[in-house]
């Protein structure tokens, strides 16, 4: 099995920071992207930002500047960090994995973790 857990989330004031964390464990061939998803009430989940396994980033409009996405290949890890964080950017912030459990799979197969909780509230 492969599992997906986050950890880094909380309530923080307006301007403030967090760093959330996601380790991928479990039989993993190969990691490819990952990324950082997230949910707020009563809307759709939405990209935040996605890193390859080469480093190359991609960001959400709304995120750009404050968001930093970056991994560690060697932990299985990727890591949001999040700046000047805006009452907006309260959700339930899920982590995203491509992967391929084998060396014989021809297709990578897509995993999500169970999400962190993120407020950002005075």
């Known amino acids: 099995q492969v599992r997906l857990v986050e950890s880094g989330g909380g309530l923080v004031q307006p301007g403030g920071s967090l760093r959330l964390s996601c380790v991928a464990s479990g039989s993993i061939f190969r990691l490819n992207a990952m990324g950082w998803y997230r949910q707020a009430p009563g809307k759709q989940r939405e990209l935040v930002a996605t890193i390859t396994s080469g480093g190359s980033s991609n960001y959400a409009d709304s995120v750009k500047d404050r968001f930093t996405i970056s991994r560690e290949n060697a932990l299985n890890t990727v890591y949001l960090q999040m700046n000047s964080l805006k009452p907006e950017d309260t959700a339930v912030y899920y982590c995203?994995?491509?992967?391929?459990?084998?060396?014989?799979?021809?297709?990578?197969?897509?995993?999500w973790g169970q999400g962190t909780q993120v407020t950002v509230s005075s």
């Open positions: 995203n994995a491509d992967l391929k459990r084998w060396s014989w799979e021809r297709i990578a197969s897509n995993y």
